[in-house]
């Protein structure tokens, strides 16, 4: 029997998808009779629990904070126990969304031009519009720096900017990012593959947490992806690219907006989604690699030391 020890829930705003993501997951590996599996949320006797399973490797299943940041990668590694995903620097890296968008600006990827904001420095509204009039132009897009799957993100236009800035103030600092339109692209990399594109047509004003993860959203998402054949390698390889940037391990997945035939990176994932309405498993689907396959060789790729 090979023991999985799978991760999900946690304490982010994406408690409930993890728990998703991990049940579908787990309906998929309990096919095979190989498998002797064990889900628990992270918690105070996480570690307890880690030792007394010993599991052969730890399926990370969690999404944003605290298990897409770094912290239960350092956990799994101080205890010497292998695990899937992105490791501890990479993780901390894909999840600031400033610190990554650094590297991408350094490394020549396109990502859109953002201010960053800071509650407890005092301000003067009417200067911070003007900063951003000048330096970004409204429409902007207001984002916390370290959350995953479009949590609390709002299109703000000059007079709605104060109503949504003040429901952020929770966060200390965020991004304020010039608002890029065009189509919505992702693409997945699985270990050193390009697995491929899928476009998202969102009936909501983007792609946020309610267009990912409810189905009465009604978010078109199209594969084959209508685009030339060097524009579908160009987002390939960029994906490909801010990937090893960041030394991602297994899976992520790239979101990008395409516009006037260029593409703007806007954040990297390393911990995308593996429910019925994910993106990545869809990509996989059409490649003809099965769900269950995917799952696999993600595990494949589990160790420490990354």
Not at 41 to 46: A, H, K, L, S, T
Not at 166 to 194: D, F, M, S, T, W
Not at 262 to 272: A, G, H, R, V
Request: charged share 30%; aromatic share 10%; net charge positive.
């Amino acid at each position: 029997m090979y023991k999985i020890l799978t991760l999900a829930g946690g304490y982010s705003n994406e408690r409930e998808i993890s728990l998703i993501t991990a049940k579908s997951v787990i309906k998929e590996l309990k096919k095979d009779s190989k498998y002797n599996l064990l889900l628990i949320e992270p918690d105070g006797n996480f570690v307890k629990k880690l030792r007394n399973f010993k599991p052969d490797l730890v399926l990370n299943l969690l999404h944003g904070r605290y298990g897409e940041d770094g912290y239960i990668q350092s956990i799994l590694e101080s205890e010497k126990v292998k695990y899937t995903h992105s490791g501890v620097l990479s993780s901390s890296l894909a999840i600031d969304k400033e610190i990554s968008k650094k590297i991408f600006i350094k490394n020549k990827i396109l990502t859109p031009a953002y201010i960053k904001f800071i509650f407890k420095n005092k301000f003067n509204l009417k200067d911070l519009i003007k900063k951003i009039d000048k330096k970004l132009k409204f429409p902007v897009v207001l984002k916390p720096i370290n959350e995953g799957s479009s949590v609390d993100v709002y299109i703000s236009n000059k007079k709605n900017f104060f109503h949504y800035l003040l429901k952020l103030e929770k966060y200390n600092e965020i991004l304020i990012e010039k608002y890029i339109p065009g189509r919505e692209i992702q693409a997945a990399i699985l270990g050193n593959k390009k697995l491929g594109i899928i476009e998202l047509k969102p009936k909501r004003k983007f792609y946020d947490y309610k267009a990912k993860y409810s189905a009465s959203a009604m978010t078109a998402h199209i594969i084959p992806v209508d685009i030339s054949n060097e524009n579908f390698n160009k987002v390939n390889s960029i994906a490909m690219k801010a990937h090893n940037l960041l030394k991602c391990r297994g899976v992520s997945r790239s979101d990008f907006r395409f516009y006037k035939n260029k593409f703007y990176l806007l954040e990297i994932n390393t911990q995308p989604g593996m429910t019925s309405l994910s993106l990545v498993p869809e990509i996989a689907k059409y490649q003809k690699i099965s769900f269950k396959q995917l799952i696999e060789e993600i595990m494949e790729d589990a160790s420490i030391n990354k």
